[in-house]
């Protein structure tokens, strides 16, 4: 036993000289992390969104020949360009020519009829003033002069009538286009009313939208407006709004909102699809920054980190991160505007955001 102490003793007094261990000093210094920040500024931009829809031309018209008739020469085929009043379609005029014949007869023969009754009426009017004649034969040969006179008019308007009839026989263009599909060909009887050529004008083309009812009173003359066709690729097009039809779809709750393209090149292709960017003018005022400045909170809310300068213990400038809550208005490309506890010119945290937490000391480096 005695031997087992004094092996011990020597052990106690190692431990004694060494003393225990210190405490951590609770006044550590807080680590500092190295952030970047831009400047909150007023946000000038308004919402964006996009809509998908079909370009359509402005002119698309199912041509149909003007009289009944054997189709004679179709003078254009599917995909050919034509220019307004050019010849299309022609009929047979066969039998609306002996027509005209016939009415062009007639009007000599009341031509004829008419100077006859003139020349009867000229000789009674001087026989009555010689009083050889009654003034009741007077007043009949006048009488004939007139419906002669009239009878003619009506002839040379059925003249005119059958003329008109013979130049129908000809379809021609009505506008400059491209004839899409045809319809007809040499030999077939046609009758007014039935379509022989679909012709579409690509000059001026257009793209029809469904857009959602709650924009039918954003969407004005201020709405900037650009077009992506799929058959060019992702170059955009500038357009303009052209009608907003109020007829909501009572199924879709959506509206026809019809937009103008400029497109001098003629590029666009009716009937394919394409893609509206709208950018709608700002509303409420709001602050814009970083789209990386945000970060997520678990109530699915946002908040954001800016700088305050602070003094430290030894007297110098320090800088440190606040958080702060904030509420997103709209986005545009990387940029959103947002309110809440936020001033303009506020430095803003928009790299190294993640793990900073509130009043922690910052080193800040200007983006």
Same mark, same amino acid.
């Given at each position: ?25 609770? +006044? ?11 400047? $909150? ?20 018209? &199912?041509?149909?020949?003007?009289? =009944? ?42 031509? $004829? ?32 002069? /007139? ?8 002839? /040379?308007?059925? $003249?005119?009538? &059958? ?66 066709? =799929? ?30 393209? +400029? ?15 709208? =950018? ?42 606040? &958080? ?10 990387? /940029?959103?505007?947002?309110?809440? +506890? ?15 937490? =509130? ?9």
């Amino acid at each position: 036993m005695a031997a087992r102490i004094q092996l011990l003793f020597p052990a106690l007094l190692l431990l004694a000289a060494c003393g225990a261990p210190e405490e951590a000093s609770e +006044d550590t210094e807080a680590v500092r992390v190295a952030v970047a920040v831009a400047v $909150a500024e007023e946000a000038t931009f308004g919402e964006r969104f996009s809509l998908t829809g079909t370009l359509t031309a402005e002119r698309d018209a &199912q041509l149909s020949p003007r009289v =009944d008739g054997l189709v004679a020469r179709v003078h254009v085929d599917a995909g050919d360009r034509v220019e307004a009043g050019q010849v299309l379609v022609e009929l047979d005029p066969a039998v609306g020519r002996q027509a005209l014949s016939r009415v062009r007869a007639q009007v000599a023969e009341a031509e $004829a009829a008419a100077r006859e009754a003139e020349r009867l009426f000229a000789e009674a009017r001087r026989l009555g003033e010689d009083q050889y004649i009654a003034a009741s034969q007077v007043d009949a040969r006048e009488s004939e002069l /007139r419906l002669a006179q009239a009878a003619l008019e009506s002839a /040379r308007a059925s $003249a005119r009538e &059958q003329a008109e009839l013979v130049e129908r026989h000809v379809l021609p263009a009505p506008f400059d286009g491209v004839v899409a599909e045809k319809l007809t060909e040499a030999g077939e009887w046609v009758q007014r009313g039935t379509p022989v050529l679909s012709l579409v004008a690509t000059d001026r083309v257009r793209l029809d939208l469904r857009a959602p009812q709650e924009r039918f009173g954003q969407l004005d003359d201020d709405a900037e407006v650009r077009v992506f066709a =799929d058959a060019l690729g992702g170059a955009p097009l500038p357009a303009r709004i052209g009608a907003r039809v109020p007829v909501t779809d009572p199924g879709a709750r959506t509206f026809l909102l019809r937009l103008l393209i +400029d497109d001098p090149e003629e590029r666009l292709l009716p009937g394919t699809s394409a893609r509206a960017e709208i =950018d709608l003018p700002a509303e409420a005022p709001a602050l814009a920054v970083s789209r990386d400045a945000l970060l997520r909170q678990p109530d699915g809310g946002h908040s954001l980190f800016v700088i305050e300068d602070v003094v430290v213990e030894d007297g110098e400038a320090g800088a440190v991160a606040r &958080q702060r809550s904030v509420r997103v208005l709209r986005e545009r490309d990387d /940029r959103v505007a947002v309110s809440g +506890d936020l001033q303009p010119g506020q430095r803003v945290v928009v790299r190294g955001n993640e793990a900073l937490t =509130d009043g922690q000391p910052v080193d800040v480096a200007e983006r």
